[in-house]
């Protein structure tokens, strides 16, 4: 069975510096990508997606993510956070045949 | 379009009771899912199902049933209640092709617990 990691449980940033969340999964087939984002007290939203092409993905709010195969990684960057980026973050490839598995996830917090 | 709604929002249950939790989308998905989320532990597969009356067994499916006699329905039942099935709940859907393929839409959860 597919598997993912995401290395940091809490980031703690100031509003304007970068962000880079790591994300290892282990399948090595072909493989969709998915970042999901859950803000306070709501549903999880779609925030980038990966399944073919440019490595490079741009998605909502000024989010990317880079597909590196050979490391099998889809880490999440952000040039410049928010305070209203606050949230936590999922990771989560797609297990053909059955579902997105995800991450346990990383807590962003902002300040401002 | 609603989306994936599920109800009740938040319930209570006691040690041994059921319940059942609703989920429905209106996007005509033939694939729909429940997941339960925990704190720092991402969320885990219970159930899923390709299409009506096909469901299969995700990663935590033990102490829960479900049921899928529509395309738009897809409930979560729980016969026994137990301490162990506080969680919060999620219902998600997605097609099975176009440009939204393997892309899982979310409901806005049901906090569920269990005393």
């Known amino acids: 069975a597919q598997s993912v990691s995401q290395h940091n449980h809490h980031v703690i940033l100031s509003e304007a510096a970068s962000l880079e969340l790591g994300c290892n999964y282990s399948y090595g087939g072909t493989v969709n990508l998915f970042w999901y984002v859950q803000y306070p007290g709501q549903h999880l939203q779609l925030l980038l997606k990966y399944f073919s092409g440019d490595p490079l993905v741009k998605g909502i709010k000024g989010f990317e993510a880079e597909f590196i195969k050979s490391k099998f990684s889809f880490n999440l960057r952000k040039p410049s956070v928010q305070w209203s980026d606050t949230a936590e973050y999922f990771c989560a490839p797609y297990q053909a045949g059955t579902a997105l598995i995800f991450g346990k996830g990383t807590t962003l917090s902002v300040s401002s | 379009n609603a989306g994936v709604t599920q109800t009740p929002k938040f319930r209570i249950l006691k040690i041994g009771q059921s319940m059942t939790l609703q989920c429905t989308q209106d996007?005509?998905?033939?694939?729909m899912y429940w997941y339960r989320q925990d704190p720092g532990m991402g969320l885990k597969l219970i159930y899923y199902?390709?299409?009506?009356?096909?469901?299969d067994k995700g990663e935590v499916p033990n102490g829960y049933n479900v049921s899928r006699s529509t395309t738009e329905d897809f409930p979560l039942r729980l016969e026994l209640a137990a301490p162990s099935q506080t969680s919060v709940y999620f219902c998600?859907?997605?097609?099975?092709?176009?440009?939204?393929?393997?892309?899982?839409?979310f409901g806005p959860g049901t906090r569920l617990t269990v005393l």
């Open positions: 199902s390709v299409g009506a009356g096909i469901t």
């Open positions: 996007m005509n998905h033939n694939y």
């Open positions: 998600a859907s997605r097609p099975s092709g176009g440009v939204s393929y393997n892309e899982q839409f």
